[in-house]
C-alpha cells in the first residue's frame, strides 16, 4: 500500500511540474509579446498609406510635395500630383501619414503655363482615369479629360480622410479646364468605364444599392441615376 502511495506521489509531482513548466513558458511568451508591442509604441515610427489627419485637437506637421509627373497621351499637358505627407505627436510616441494625392497640377509644355484642378487641397484623390477622344485606335488617342475619384468628408467621424469614407467622383475637362462633379458622398465607386467617344459610365452603389450615371464629354450632360436591380436571393 505504501509503495503505491509512492508511485502516486511521484505521478502527482510529476504531472504538477509539467503543468507550472508550461505555466511558466506561457508567461513568458506573454510578456515578450507585451514587451514587443510597448517597444515598438514607444520607440517605433508609426507608418501609415493614403489616409489624412483632420483631427482639430491633434498636434501635427504636415509637407506637400510634388509627385511624379505623367505626359497626357497626344497633349502638350504633364499632370503634376500634390501629394502630403504629416506628421502627429501622440503621448508617447510618433507617427506618420502619406496620402496619394491632395491636388493636380496641369502643366503646358509648350507655353509653360500651369494650373491646378482643385483652389484647395483639403480632399484625400484616392484615384484617377484618363478619358481619350476615342476608343478604338490606341495609338492616335488624344487624352481629353480625366476622371478622379476622392474623399472629400469625414464621414464615418473617425478624425481621418482615408477609403473607409464616402466618395465623390468629378470630371476635368483638358479643353475648357473646367471640372463637373458627377457624383457626391457615395458608399463604393464600381466602375469607371469610357464607353464611346464622348460617352463615361460610372457604377456606384449607395444604402445597399446599386445604380449607374453617364456623362457625355461633349456637351457635359449627366444623364439620370438609375438604379441597377439584382436578381432575387435563391
Given at each position: 500500500m505504501k509503495m503505491n502511495m509512492e508511485k502516486y506521489d511521484r505521478v502527482v509531482w510529476r504531472i504538477n511540474g509539467s503543468l507550472l513548466l508550461l505555466a511558466s513558458?506561457?508567461?513568458?511568451?506573454?510578456?515578450?509579446?507585451?514587451?514587443?508591442?510597448?517597444?515598438?509604441?514607444?520607440?517605433?515610427?508609426?507608418?501609415?498609406?493614403?489616409?489624412?489627419?483632420?483631427?482639430?485637437?491633434?498636434?501635427?506637421?504636415?509637407?506637400?510635395?510634388?509627385?511624379?509627373?505623367q505626359y497626357l497621351k497626344g497633349t502638350e499637358f504633364i499632370l503634376v500630383p500634390l501629394s502630403s505627407e504629416q506628421t502627429y505627436s501622440a503621448s508617447y510616441y510618433s507617427k506618420s501619414s502619406h496620402s496619394r494625392a491632395?491636388?493636380?497640377?496641369?502643366?503646358?509644355?509648350?507655353?509653360?503655363?500651369?494650373?491646378?484642378?482643385?483652389?484647395?487641397?483639403?480632399?484625400?484623390?484616392?484615384?484617377?482615369?484618363?478619358?481619350?477622344?476615342?476608343?478604338?485606335e490606341e495609338k492616335t488617342q488624344k487624352t481629353r479629360g480625366m476622371v478622379f475619384e476622392f474623399v472629400e468628408k469625414n464621414s464615418n467621424a473617425d478624425s481621418v480622410l482615408d477609403e473607409n469614407d464616402q466618395k465623390s467622383v468629378h470630371y476635368h475637362d483638358l479643353a475648357s479646364k473646367e471640372t463637373i462633379s458627377i457624383l457626391n458622398q457615395v458608399d463604393r465607386i464600381v466602375g469607371i468605364q469610357q464607353s464611346a467617344s464622348d460617352e463615361v459610365l460610372f457604377f456606384y452603389s449607395r444604402s445597399g444599392k446599386s445604380y449607374f450615371k453617364s456623362l457625355n464629354t461633349s456637351s457635359f450632360v449627366i444623364s439620370n441615376e438609375k438604379e441597377i436591380l439584382l436578381p432575387p436571393a435563391t
Open positions: 513558458i506561457g508567461a513568458i511568451l506573454m510578456m515578450l509579446v507585451v514587451g514587443y508591442k510597448l517597444a515598438s509604441e514607444l520607440f517605433g515610427r508609426h507608418q501609415v498609406h493614403d489616409i489624412v489627419n483632420i483631427d482639430e485637437n491633434t498636434k501635427k506637421e504636415e509637407f506637400l510635395r510634388i509627385g511624379y509627373f491632395r491636388n493636380y497640377m496641369i502643366f503646358d509644355s509648350k507655353n509653360k503655363s500651369s494650373y491646378w484642378i482643385w483652389k484647395s487641397n483639403e480632399s484625400l484623390i484616392l484615384d484617377e482615369t484618363k478619358i481619350y477622344d476615342q476608343i478604338s
